[in-house]
C-alpha cells in the first residue's frame, strides 16, 4: 500500500463508518496494541489476507487519532508477527495527515497447505482464528483438522468400518459393481474378484471400508446411525414457526438406507411435498404443469451432498439436512467447501474431491457423471423454469444449497449494457445500501436489484461488500474501489 492509498483508506473509513472482512481498526493513540494475535490470524487463514489500519479510534466515532509513535509501533507489530506460526510478514506503510501519523499493516494470506496460523503462546487448537464479517472467531477443532485432512489427502471415505463383513454387504449390488467395472478392461477382467475387492478399496486391509458400507450395505446406519438424511417441512419461513394446529412440521423423515436408495428417496420426499400448478408456456401456447422446483435440479443438490459431504469422525454424528419453507428449501450437509476452490468458483473451475473412490465409484454404478456438471446443471434448470438463482453458501463446517420459489419476473429483465454497468460502478464509489441501488435503477424489487445487477459484479471483483461473510446482513453496503 503506497502513502497515497493509505490516506484514500482513511477516508473510505470515514465513508463507510466500520471494519469489515478484510479491515480492523485499532486506536494505538497512547501505544501499541498488546494482542494482535487474533487478527493476525484471521487475516492470514483467509485468501485475500487483510489490513490493520492503527490511528483510528472505533469506539469514539471513528475519530482519526493518530498513532504514538510511527516509528516504535511498526517494531512492536514486527515482535507480535514473530510470535506467529507460521511467522506473518506485513507490509508497513506510514502516512501524515492532519498533523498525525497513521500506520498500516498489509497481512497477506498464507497457503492452504500451511493453515492455521496460529499464535505459538496458544497452540494451533486454541490460537488459531477465523474472521467472520468483523469479528476475529476462535477456530473450532472441525475446522482446524479440515486444514489438516486436505494437506495429508486424507480418504475418510475409505476408513475401515470393522464391525461390517463382506457377507453384510449386498451380494447382487456388489456383483454387478464388479462386473460393470471389469467391462471393457481386459487385465481387470484377469484379476480375482477378491483381489478386486483390495484394489478398488472395497476392502481395506482385510476390514470393509466406509465407501463400500455406504453403497452396498442394506442398512449402513446399523454402524454409522447419522449417515442418513433427515428430511422436514416447515409451515412457515422460519424454523419454529408452527402451524394453523400448532404443528411444528408438516412433514418429517429419516431418510436412511444406502446412497442409492437414500438419493431415490429423499427425491420422492421432495416431490411429495412441492405444490404442482399449471402454467401457460409463453412460446408454445400449451398447458404446462409445473412444480415449486425442476426435480433435475434436485437431484443434483442431493447427490451433491451425499457424495461430498464429509465422513470423517468429527462429522459422523451429523446428518444431511433437508428443509422446506413456505418460500424456500436448504440442502445442508456436514463439511465446507474442500480445497481451495471458493464459493464464486463452485460450477466454474474443477475442485479437489473430498472422497474420491465414494465419487469414482458411483459413477461405475451410474448414479452419477463425475464431471463436475451438477452446479452448472443446477443453475441452468433454475434458470429454464424462470426461477431465482439459487445460492451456494459455505457456513463455517457446513455446505448449503438455497432453492427459491420466487421467479424473475420477465418484465424487468433487460439486457444491461456497459456503460450502464460503469455508471452503477461509479454510483457505488461511495458505499451504498440495497435500497440505495434499487432506487438507482429505477425498479420496484431490492433482491431482484441486487442479485440480477449487483451480485454478477461482486462475482468478478468490480463491486465488494463491507461485510463479506454475512451477505444478507442489514448493514451490508457495496462499494467500488
Same mark, same amino acid.
Given at each position: 500500500?503506497? @502513502?497515497?492509498? +493509505? ?18 481498526? /485499532? ?11 487474533? %487478527? ?11 489490513? !490493520? $489500519? ?8 471513528? /475519530? ?8 516504535? *509501533? ?12 507460521? !511467522? ?18 498489509? !497481512? ?22 477465523? #474472521? ?11 475446522? $482446524? ?5 486436505? @494437506? ?5 471415505? $475409505? ?13 447382487? +449390488? ?36 466406509? %465407501? ?37 412440521? !408438516? ?15 429423499? $427425491? ?9 400448478? =399449471? ?29 461430498? @459431504?464429509?465422513?470423517?469422525?468429527? =462429522?459422523?454424528?451429523?446428518? *444431511?439436512?433437508? *428443509? ?6 436448504? *440442502? #445442508? ?49 433454475? /434458470? ?20 427459491? /420459489? ?37 425498479? =420496484? ?6 442479485? =440480477? ?29
Amino acid at each position: 500500500m503506497t @502513502r497515497e492509498e +493509505l490516506l484514500e483508506k482513511l477516508n473510505f473509513i470515514q465513508k463507510m463508518k466500520c471494519e469489515t472482512q478484510t479491515l480492523e481498526l /485499532k486506536s494505538a493513540e497512547k501505544g501499541c496494541p498488546k494482542r494482535l494475535y487474533d %487478527s493476525l490470524s484471521s487475516f492470514s487463514n483467509q485468501d485475500e489476507g487483510g489490513v !490493520i $489500519i492503527f490511528g483510528i479510534d472505533e469506539e469514539n466515532g471513528y /475519530k482519526e487519532v493518530g498513532v504514538y509513535d510511527p516509528q516504535d *509501533i511498526q517494531k512492536k507489530i514486527n515482535e507480535q508477527c514473530l510470535q506467529m506460526e507460521p !511467522i506473518v510478514r506485513p507490509l508497513l506503510t506510514v502516512a501524515e495527515k492532519d498533523d498525525k501519523f497513521f500506520v498500516s499493516a498489509e !497481512i497477506p494470506g498464507i497457503d492452504l497447505v500451511e493453515r492455521p496460523c496460529h499464535y505459538k503462546g496458544q497452540g494451533r487448537l486454541k490460537g488459531s482464528y477465523t #474472521r467472520i464479517g468483523d469479528s476475529d472467531e476462535p477456530m473450532t477443532e472441525y475446522e $482446524i483438522y479440515s486444514y489438516e485432512a486436505f @494437506r495429508k489427502k486424507y480418504q475418510d471415505d $475409505i476408513r475401515e468400518v470393522r464391525r461390517a463383513t463382506l457377507a453384510s454387504l449386498n451380494q447382487e +449390488l456388489l456383483q454387478k459393481y464388479i462386473d460393470t467395472l471389469k467391462t471393457g478392461k481386459p487385465n481387470l477382467s484377469a484379476i480375482e474378484d477378491d483381489s478386486i475387492y483390495e484394489l478398488m478399496s472395497i476392502k481395506r486391509e482385510g476390514e470393509i471400508t466406509l %465407501s463400500a458400507a455406504l453403497l452396498f450395505s442394506p442398512y449402513p446406519q446399523a454402524y454409522f446411525p447419522q449417515l442418513c438424511i433427515t428430511a422436514i417441512v416447515v409451515p412457515g419461513k422460519e424454523m419454529g414457526e408452527l402451524g394453523e394446529a400448532g404443528e411444528r412440521f !408438516i412433514d418429517n423423515q429419516r431418510i436412511e438406507g444406502n446412497i442409492p436408495d437414500m438419493l431415490n428417496t429423499a $427425491i420422492k420426499f421432495v416431490r411429495k411435498n412441492m405444490r404442482t400448478k =399449471t402454467i401457460i408456456n409463453s412460446e408454445s401456447g400449451l398447458r404446462e404443469d409445473r412444480s415449486d422446483y425442476p426435480t433435475v435440479a434436485i437431484r443434483e443438490a442431493i447427490i451433491n451432498a451425499l457424495v461430498h @459431504r464429509d465422513y470423517s469422525i468429527h =462429522t459422523e454424528g451429523m446428518p *444431511i439436512q433437508i *428443509i422446506m419453507y413456505e418460500d424456500r428449501m436448504e *440442502i #445442508r450437509n456436514p463439511g465446507g467447501i474442500y480445497g481451495r476452490i471458493r464459493v464464486d468458483q463452485l460450477g466454474k473451475v474443477q475442485p479437489d474431491t473430498r472422497n474420491p473412490v465414494l465419487a469414482s465409484s458411483l459413477e461405475v454404478l451410474g448414479v452419477t457423471e463425475n464431471r463436475y456438471s451438477g452446479i452448472p446443471t443446477i443453475k441452468k434448470e433454475m /434458470k429454464k423454469c424462470n426461477l431465482r438463482e439459487p445460492e451456494f453458501l459455505d457456513e463455517r463446517g457446513n455446505f448449503v444449497v438455497k432453492f427459491y /420459489k420466487e421467479t424473475v419476473m420477465n418484465e424487468e429483465v433487460e439486457t444491461v449494457d456497459d456503460e450502464a454497468i460503469n455508471d452503477l460502478i461509479m454510483f457505488c464509489k461511495t458505499p451504498r445500501t440495497r435500497k440505495e441501488i434499487c432506487d438507482y435503477l429505477g425498479l =420496484t424489487s431490492v433482491t431482484y436489484a441486487i442479485q =440480477t445487477h449487483v451480485m454478477p459484479l461482486v462475482g468478478i471483483g468490480k463491486i465488494k461488500l463491507s461485510i463479506p461473510d454475512k451477505p444478507k446482513s442489514p448493514k451490508q453496503l457495496y462499494y467500488s474501489e
